[in-house]
Nanobody, 124 residues
């Protein structure tokens, strides 16, 4: 089992920045793939970014490249999502996810564990 706890959400103005954190605990993390997803009201859960826990594989949704950065701190067991140049359309609940065997990291169903989500609201 893996427990994921997100934090760092809140209210930001358009053009501003937020950094989300995901604290991971439980089983060994080294073989996990970590992902960030978001879900706006009335919309499906949307892929944001992923990275392998111990390797260098990193991938972003095309529409978010250059504004969002995923990173991790192995010692702290944490994954981060730095969000810059925020736009009102970035408003959503952001979820951290972890998976063991992930073929397509852009698909939510590939992940085994999910956090409770953190709300991000961007005002214009």
């Amino acid at each position: 089992q893996v427990q994921l706890v997100e934090s760092g959400g809140g209210l930001a103005q358009a053009g501003g920045s937020l950094r989300l954190s995901c604290a991971a605990s439980g089983r060994a993390l080294s073989d996990l793939v970590m992902g960030w997803f978001r879900q706006a009201p009335g919309r499906e859960r949307e892929f944001v970014a992923f990275r392998s826990w111990k390797g260098g594989n990193i991938y972003y949704a095309d529409s978010l490249k250059g504004r969002f950065t995923i990173s991790r701190d192995i010692a702290k067991g944490a994954v981060y999502l730095q969000m810059n140049s925020l736009k009102p359309e970035d408003t959503a609940v952001y979820y951290c996810a972890a998976g063991t065997i992930v073929v397509d990291p852009t698909k939510p169903e590939e992940y085994d564990y999910w956090g409770q989500g953190t709300q991000v609201t961007v005002s214009s």
